[in-house]
DNA sequence: CTTTTTGAATAATGTAACAATATTCAAATG
DNA sequence: CATTTGAATATTGTTACATTATTCAAAAAG
């Protein structure tokens, strides 16, 4: 045990890049005092992804630990994909059944994403709410329920008739 | 307009203290740069709360700037009441449509409920997940799907058959 | 006298810089 | 050949600092 130099140069000495916790580069930012606990509560661990299952199991119940099978979610940025556009509304009544879409569902809605055929829309007409699905042609454009009890109705965007966005998710409670 | 000093010493010149954005100091963290947008957005103001709008609306467009009809949701707070039960499950089949449960929706299972008659509830069958709604007397247990193409089941929890968790939301992908 | 303009004073803020720590590898040691 | 050691380099929490934002009273204008 001799007190000497190990060595000068050595290539490929010292630790690797990206070998840092979260592998990624960090970079410091203000947080307020008050909110340090639970930002780092959320950036070292996921704290808002919970985790996805698969169709099969192995045996015994899931646990936390697991490395689940279809990995982790966080429904925020799973459901949420331009917060600064998105809104949500609650559907009423059963002209949209056929779509998925239930009396009391909470519908998600980007105003960001185009509204072309085929899409499921959110119109307001005369200051009211409604969903619909969107059909347009060159010359024509419709807003069709997905229900054979309610009408189609023509749509064209007027002072009283709005497109407010797209719905992406619908969300039902039991 | 002569171009001269302004005074010497003055008590109380200056910014106040406190008068910063939040409130309260700050200090900086240091952030995965993916993380930072998300927290940031969470530290500034209601991050994950995104507008809900009601059925009625004010002329116009909505505006993150109004003060929300029925005011602001955080998802994650709303569909998961308790984290570190809670877990996800991707639906597969129509065996449930009645309940609102299409074909590849996903489902938010809460394990810290109660599992009692007339819940709809997540079972592994010989390393199977399946949903159905639970039905139960003093003296039997069936698991009936919500669609009568499907055959009830007998259940009984066994070796092999486990209750995993109470269904409490469904989300579906338009 | 009242209102408006100005810049000194001070806090807040984003980021660079730094010291301390963690990690890896090959040379030195046994 | 296995183990120990320390040079080399990345990471990390915090400090430092230059820049920006804000306030107020003196000075200027009306």
Redesign the interface.
């Known amino acids: 045990m001799e007190m000497e130099k190990h060595g000068g140069k050595r290539m490929g000495a010292g630790r690797p890049k990206g070998t840092n916790h979260?592998g990624?580069?960090?970079?410091?930012?203000?947080?307020?005092?008050?909110?340090?606990d639970r930002?780092?509560r959320?950036?070292r661990e996921r704290?808002?992804e919970?985790?996805?299952?698969?169709?099969?199991?192995?045996?015994?119940?899931?646990s936390?630990a697991d490395d689940?099978a279809?990995g982790a979610?966080?429904?925020?940025?799973h459901?949420?994909r331009e917060?600064?556009a998105?809104?949500?509304?609650?559907a009423?009544g059963d002209s949209m059944i056929g779509?998925?879409i239930?009396d009391g569902d909470?519908l998600v809605v980007d105003r960001s994403l185009e509204a072309s055929d085929g899409?499921?829309v959110i119109v307001?007409i005369n200051?009211?709410?409604t969903v619909k699905r969107l059909r347009q042609t060159k010359q024509k454009s419709w807003l069709t329920p997905e229900n054979p009890d309610y009408p189609s109705i023509n749509f064209q965007e007027q002072d009283?008739t709005?497109l407010?966005g797209v719905?992406?998710?619908?969300?039902?409670?039991?």
């Open positions: 979260y990624e580069p960090t970079q410091p930012v203000r947080i307020p005092i008050s909110k340090i930002v780092l959320f950036v704290e808002d919970l985790p996805l299952y698969g169709h099969s199991v192995p045996a015994g119940f899931p936390p689940y279809e979610l966080d429904l925020n940025s459901l949420v917060p600064t998105t809104f949500f509304v609650r009423r779509a998925g239930h909470l899409k499921v307001s200051g009211e709410l009283d709005h407010w719905v992406t998710n619908v969300i039902h409670s039991l």
